[in-house]
């Protein structure tokens, strides 16, 4: 068994601290525009190199809001209630994936419809960086002790401050279970794939696998018999089970 002492705050100077949580946001945004920029499905994809930028923007910046929104709505609403300012502060963490996938998803719509660009073909673009983000975006949140597991008695089992007993670190599980995606789907591309099978690929193996990991996860709030996470993820991997069918039924 373990004790969670790392320092959230990866660099201070003076007032201003630069948080773990932010700076995986910051190299997530930069691995992402380089990886529209350089990689042979962005080259391919973008009329225009500055669309590459315009995508970026819209998509993240719609994802990173509905992230937050979600995040206070369903899982804190109460505690954000009672101290509003906190909504503003997103490096203290609080943010919902599927309320992110669903913003992204919003976000490249709107860039698919200005831009004339094929909707699923973008979605197929964003599936690996988000995936491998995913990945280091739950070991922040480790670090930032927050999501952590129910109390458990595992050899690995974490005492995190401000938890009673210790806990499983689920965000290390989710982040393998990220790695596992990001496997799957990096060698996917590698073949020649049907629009929208990244991204229906995607939906499933996440949606599946969060499922999963609810069951040792601190739940939040409970709906409907499920954690709010379990809820979200069957919705998630209905709609990725639908797109699924449709894409193999195309020619």
Do not use: C
């Amino acid at each position: 068994m373990f004790i969670h002492n790392p320092n959230p705050v990866f660099l201070s100077i003076g007032p201003v601290e630069i948080r773990y949580y932010g700076l995986v946001y910051f190299l997530g945004f930069l691995l992402t525009w380089l990886y529209f920029k350089k990689s042979s499905l962005g080259k391919s994809l973008f009329k225009k190199e500055e669309h590459a930028d315009d995508f970026l923007l819209y998509s993240l910046i719609s994802s990173i809001l509905t992230a937050r929104i979600f995040y206070i709505l369903f899982y804190n609403l109460n505690s954000y209630l009672s101290n509003p300012i906190e909504i503003l502060k997103f490096w203290h963490g609080g943010m919902s994936i599927h309320g992110g996938i669903l913003g992204g998803i919003l976000g490249i719509y709107i860039f698919s419809r200005k831009f004339k660009y094929n909707f699923l073909k973008l979605t197929d673009l964003v599936t690996l960086p988000l995936a491998l983000g995913l990945v280091f975006g739950r070991i922040a949140n480790f670090i930032n002790a927050e999501l952590y597991g129910r109390i458990t008695s595992v050899k690995w089992a974490v005492k995190f401050p401000n938890a009673e007993g210790y806990r499983h670190p689920s965000q290390l599980y989710e982040s393998l279970k990220n790695l596992i995606i990001f496997s799957v789907l990096f060698f996917k591309s590698k073949k020649p794939f049907k629009t929208g099978e990244l991204t229906s690929i995607f939906l499933i193996l996440y949606s599946l696998l969060r499922f999963f990991v609810e069951y040792v996860r601190e739940p939040e709030l409970y709906f409907l018999g499920l954690t709010m996470g379990q809820f979200l993820s069957l919705s998630t991997l209905i709609i990725g089970i639908v797109l699924y069918h449709k894409v193999k039924q195309t020619l």
